[in-house]
């Protein structure tokens, strides 16, 4: 596609509920980031994927996150056993090589979850 | 720790006038890039400019122009005859190159509103 496309655009979730994010890369693009953006605030990193390998998942910020890119493409964030300070917005990023330092970050138009 | 502060929250101006929003930011890393982005209200941050640490020169793009000073560690983004569609929250980040794991992630400060009118 010609951008980063995420879905769906909005989640309501009951707490305790799980929840599965999708995150669809620009095509061929090697690197992605998810990054959780609460409201009034700037974006905070959460976790990296180069292909499928996950090298950084410093920023998940508890074991109920978890995120997957099992082809190397499309790639998926589960949110175990939601609570109300997991209501935030989803963004995922992706870049085209594997040297990110000098590439463009292209963010798609992000999920907002919403946890009562 | 790398770390970007946008001390400006909210900015009104009237339509035409120009505007700057500042940044500034703070890192140990001798190579490091720094990028602005714009999140309009749709949400999905659009990007604007990325600028290494190399590299002082001013740039230009059309009404947008940007003053990178490493000697104030500052990078201030500036709107020259601001229009409504202006309007939006800019983002001021910064990715190191020696960021442990390797993985690159982009530092952002907690934005600039925007309001344009007419």
């Known amino acids: 596609g010609a951008g980063v496309s995420q879905s769906p655009r909005y989640k309501v979730a009951k707490r305790g509920q799980d929840v599965a994010l999708r995150c669809d890369p620009i095509s061929g693009h090697v690197s992605l980031f998810w990054y959780q953006q609460a409201l009034g605030q700037g974006p905070e990193f959460l976790t990296y994927f180069q292909n499928e390998a996950q090298l950084d998942k410093s920023g998940l910020p508890s074991d109920r996150f978890f995120a997957e890119r099992p082809e190397g493409s499309v790639s998926t964030l589960k949110i175990q056993r939601t609570q109300q300070e997991d209501s935030a917005v989803y963004l995922c990023?992706?870049?085209?090589?594997?040297?990110?330092?000098?590439?463009?970050?292209?963010f798609g138009p992000g999920t907002r979850l919403t946890v009562l | 720790a790398q770390k970007v502060t946008q001390a400006q929250t909210e900015i009104s101006v009237v339509e035409k006038e120009d505007v700057t929003l500042d940044c500034v930011y703070e890192t140990r890393d001798t190579t490091y890039y720094l990028f602005w982005y714009k999140q309009p209200p749709s949400g999905e941050l659009v990007f604007l400019i990325r600028?290494?640490?190399?590299?002082?020169q001013n740039e230009i793009s059309g009404r947008y122009s940007w003053n990178f000073q490493k000697s104030t560690s500052s990078f201030n983004f500036t709107i020259t005859a601001s229009q409504v569609v202006d309007s939006a929250v800019y983002f001021c980040a910064l990715s190191e190159t020696a960021s442990g794991a390797g993985s690159y992630q982009l530092t952002f400060g907690k934005g600039t509103k925007l309001s344009v009118i007419p």
């Open positions: 600028r290494n640490s190399f590299d002082e």
């Open positions: 990023a992706s870049s085209l090589s594997m040297v990110t330092v000098t590439d463009t970050q292209y």
